[in-house]
């Protein structure tokens, strides 16, 4: 009893209970079939939605407009870089996630040079910069029809006994993510500028040094998502990060981090992202259009995030 | 604001002055960076500035501004709508294929739509929801109604709405009229009458609004409102220039809007903002991203960037103008 009632006040557990109950639902609609497949899939697609969504959920925590918009842009340009610097071969896997990292990391860095040395609200920083990083992927991305290499598509795929290996792996890194929210100095830090900066100027925390780290942090995260992508869906393009801008909002939303900044919570990212995927799923196995499909989405985001309200202002 | 207020008495005429000069200089920084952008292409194709060109470049003007001053409502409310763009698309649908077979169904749907806008006000205001991800969930909304509407592109426009868009008036083409008549009534709507002080101040100073017995739901559901009435004339005049629709004809739309707002001088929070600033940040977008850049050597990948880049040098200018005024 105790341990439901303290499990209910947890905002993350409402995430995993609406993706049990939609996959439910299917398999209720299939009669039983292919539940065990459902979850693999959800498992392997929701990875990416993860990675991204931990970056874009620091960002937001560190208060009010703090957005990172260039995060699609950002993952097209990293999966195209990838995929050239691979180019197909085997022995390029380690240089090529490098080059992806790094491209990343620069996209980050320069994010917070606009937004420190313009002082602009980061959403504006972050949507030029994307603008101008979506210029250089279509001039760079040019007719790039460059497979992965084969050992990097086997990884991105590989499963022991159904469970995705990334996902694991994925696991593991958001562990750390939650460890370093909670327990380490950078993530006590961001949650003190998200709640109130001048306070946190105030005590000592070095304000623009942790905000240079997390949008570099996010960055960087957009990168490694980029080549990922490019190795499950085996090749890059320029469109292939576009749906990750609204995933990565929603599910830090839905995974009960607050919008307003000081207040993140890493499962809930995890329990969204399998919640949206398992959804999308269960629509595309009622046989529903695609205009259905959007349109009971965005009515579903809108009600979770009514029925979980705001949080009352502080004033 | 009474400190700043002490503070400026404080200071000597000549510091005044020099303050007085530098708000100018930001007042007139929107239509500034648009003379530049217009001086950039009369130097790189005289041609281009005639009836002919003006009305070739400006093609999208209208409904850029118009998703603008939408936009620019909402943001005016502290509020952001990250929907204008699908919506804009829907509208288009509706206008293409409703508005034309059946115009009494089709104008309800379209009133229809200002009403949900205003219904996401008051929901907001109620839950204290934040608008980024309530308008974000509305994207796939509309997207979805969009694609129901009109599952492939097609359909046509009115014949009212094509004969009005496609008039030409003597001397002045019609996109820039068009354009000058919407700042005009926007700003003297919200710039010039009691009431729209009232809703400017809804974003400067909520509490304060309160306290003198305002009603804050009220504001917040006009400003939607506002919002969804212009969204809907941005959908239409669209239409009115392409003829047909698509669901995604209105996706570039949102960030086009947001960047439009902040380029005429607008500011996310506090109820800074101006319509005829809005205007000008659309136009100075809308050229940016015409098809004429490619007459002008500039290769259609970089078009994107070049949005970007003004971007990022107009408000590169507003700071160093800004520090003057501290």
Known sequence: MILVRSLAGKPWVWSFLGALVVWLATIAFTGGYGAGGMVTAALSLAVFTVIVGVGQMFVITLGPGNVDLSLPANIGLASAVAMKVMAGSDSMIVVGLLAALACGAAIGAVNYLLIWALRIPPIIATLSASFIIQSIDISYGRGLQIKPPPGFADFTNWQILGIPVLAVLTVLFTIGAAIALQRMIYGRSVLAIGQNIRAAWLAGVNVGRIRFLTYTLSGTLGGIDGALLAGYFRGANVDIGNEYLLASIAVVVIGGTSVAGGKANVPGVWGAALFLVLLLTMLNTFGVSAGVRLLLTGLIIVGVITAAGGEKAVR | MTAASLDTTARSSAERGALARARLLRGLLPALSLA??????????????????????????????????????????????????????????????????????????????????????????????????????????????????????????????????????????????????????????????????????????????????????????????????????????????????????????????????????????????????AVIGALTLALAASPLLTFMHIPPDWQVAANGAILIIVLAARVLISRKER
């Open chain 2, 36 to 277: 530049l952008v217009l001086a950039a292409i009369a130097w790189l194709n005289p041609r281009a500035i005639s009836y002919f060109g003006f009305s070739l470049m400006l093609n999208l003007a209208i409904p850029i501004a118009l998703a603008t001053i939408a936009q620019m409502f909402v943001i005016s409310g502290n509020e952001l709508d990250l929907s204008i763009g699908t919506f804009v698309g829907f509208v288009g649908c509706v206008t293409a294929t409703w508005l034309k077979d059946a115009p009494l169904i089709g104008v309800a749907i379209l009133l229809g739509s200002i009403g949900v806008y205003a219904l996401l006000g008051a929901l907001i205001h109620l839950r204290n929801l934040p608008s980024i991800v309530v308008t974000l969930g509305m994207s796939f909304v509309w997207q979805g109604l969009a694609i129901l509407v009109l599952p492939k592109p097609g359909g046509k426009a009115p014949d009212w709405l094509l004969a009005i868009m496609s008039f030409k008036p003597p001397l002045i083409p019609f996109p820039i009229i068009a354009a000058l008549l919407i700042g005009l009534v926007v700003h003297f709507g919200l710039m010039r009458t009691s009431y729209g002080v009232i809703l400017r101040g809804s974003g400067g100073n909520p509490a304060a609004l309160k306290r003198a017995g305002w009603s804050l739901l009220k504001t917040k559901i006009v400003l939607f409102a506002l919002a969804g009435l212009f969204g809907v004339l941005s959908g239409m005049a669209l239409i009115g220039i392409t003829t047909s629709a698509d669901a995604n004809i209105g996706n570039g739309y949102t960030l086009l809007s947001i960047a439009g707002v902040i380029l005429g001088g607008g500011e996310f929070v506090g109820g800074r903002v101006s319509p005829i600033g």
